[in-house]
């Protein structure tokens, strides 16, 4: 009971101070857009599959991209092919997103369940060692039936910090966690807490511009978590308020305040990639894409 008293105080106290703190920051920084620094990737599933890689890598560069985000790849060869075509085309491989911790969660009470999410995990990580990337999303916990909150945040810390930041630490590639519809780290505060409390360079978080919609508004989590954000995904979401719930858009046609974004990202000086993930398409969509990321990064409506 005691334990359970402590883990709720550390959620409320001492994460809104820093919160603020951070927040006042923030505010000091400059507030030009980042243009100049951030990259624009693609997700490798956003491309023609039927293609063989070096194909779907020049399509992205073609169409304006300067990266990829990999998914993990167990087979040697076409992980060596994978490299090769990132080589050719000068397309850097910038994260993988991890398999399989929607199956086999690291919070899983089940010994084999936690074992076979770790060398999902392993495999990620070798693959971002080979890649050159340097981060791997990962969705650290699923809250269910099954698996408190508590238990949720306890079970995967351990498993992170026991069994992945060795080798992350090893293949110098960060673990990014990324909140999604988990029924966990439903809140910015509890975001930044739970990454705070790793200690780690080798744990950042991974964020999600449109994740976040359901529940909160992504500017006011982009200020909260700051420097902690290594990897950032764009997409869009509209409510459909008849139904109550949300339908996928592409960026600038949903209810993202993309400007606010942009503003807040400027504030934290965010300089790294960031990785739409939205439907797939032909050239045309692509550059498409491109150029409303574009213009979004400039500060202006992506559409």
Do not use: C
């Not at 951070?22 to 956003?46: C, D, H, N, T, Y």
């Not at 397309?91 to 398999?99: D, E, Q, T």
């Not at 911790?101 to 990580?125: I, K, Q, Y």
Request: aromatic content about 10%; glycine content about 6%.
């Amino acid at each position: 009971m005691n334990d359970r008293r402590m883990f709720l105080k550390s959620l409320g106290v001492g994460v809104l101070s820093a919160a603020h703190a951070r927040i006042a920051e923030a505010g000091r920084l400059r507030q030009q857009p980042p243009s100049s620094q951030i990259r624009k990737a693609v997700l490798i599933s956003m491309l023609p599959k039927e293609l063989p890689y070096a194909q779907r890598f020049a399509i992205a560069r073609e169409a304006g991209f300067h990266g990829i985000e990999m998914q993990t790849v167990a087979l040697a060869g076409e992980a060596q092919e994978i490299l090769e075509a990132s080589k050719k085309t000068g397309l850097r491989i910038h994260s993988v997103m991890n398999a399989d911790h929607w199956r086999f969660p690291l919070s899983s009470s089940d010994r084999e369940v936690v074992n076979r999410s770790v060398a999902g995990m392993e495999t990620s990580l070798r693959n971002a060692a080979l890649w050159g990337a340097d981060a791997v999303l990962l969705v650290p916990a699923v809250v269910d039936a099954t698996t408190s909150y508590r238990d949720a945040w306890m079970r995967s810390q351990r498993v992170i910090r026991e069994q992945l930041l060795p080798l992350a630490r090893e293949l110098k590639v960060i673990v990014a966690v990324e909140e999604v519809w988990n029924k966990f780290l439903l809140s910015p505060l509890e975001f930044a807490r739970y990454i705070d409390e790793f200690d780690s360079p080798w744990v950042k978080a991974y964020f999600d511009v449109g994740n976040v919609v359901f529940y909160g508004y992504p500017q006011d989590w982009i200020r909260t978590l700051a420097e902690r954000i290594v990897k950032v995904h764009l997409k869009d979401f509209q409510l459909d308020r008849p139904n109550g719930r949300f339908l996928w858009k592409n960026v600038g046609e949903g209810d993202v305040d993309w400007l606010e974004v942009q503003r807040a990202f400027a504030a934290i000086d965010y300089r790294g990639y960031m990785t739409t993930e939205v439907a797939g398409g032909d050239a045309g969509y692509l550059k498409d894409l491109a150029t409303r990321v574009d213009r979004f990064l400039a500060g202006q409506k992506p559409v």
